[in-house]
């Protein structure tokens, strides 16, 4: 089931290399990659799990509420990072010139049936 909604997200958004639905403590459980891009998205998102900790950890100190998406643009990609549950996340990665707006929503849009799956 996760790879079927990954793959989709990937496949209906125009740019996207890959995503992966990865655990807090680090451990990927499913991921989709395009075909000829050669990014590591599990080293991607064990990177990036880190730093989204932090942000997670300051929202509760400050509370200003539960943490929900976190996106980081870099010289290369985007990578949009949704919270799936407390445990889970899920991160799509795009090129510069892919459509960041429709990867947002596919992933607002899927992340419940992710979050059904997990359950």
């Known amino acids: 089931m996760f790879k079927q909604i990954l793959e989709n997200i ?6 996207a290399v890959g995503a ?3 655990g807090f403590d680090g451990i990927a459980i499913e991921q989709h990659v395009s075909e000829g891009d050669d990014v590591d998205l ?6 990036y799990s880190n730093v989204v900790k932090e942000i997670r ?5 400050l509370g ?3 943490l929900q998406e976190v996106s980081v643009k870099t010289g290369r990609y985007y990578v949009i990072i949704q ?12 090129e510069r010139k892919g459509n960041f707006g429709k990867g947002r929503y596919l ?3 899927d992340t419940p049936r992710l979050r059904e799956s997990l359950a």
């Open 10 to 15: 990937v496949e209906n958004t125009p740019g």
């Open 20 to 22: 992966i639905l990865m």
């Open 42 to 47: 599990q080293l991607v998102a064990i990177e």
């Open 57 to 61: 950890n300051t929202a509760e100190i």
């Open 64 to 66: 200003t509420g539960e």
């Open 83 to 94: 919270t799936v549950t407390p445990d889970y996340f899920v991160a799509l990665t795009l």
């Open 107 to 109: 992933l607002m849009r």
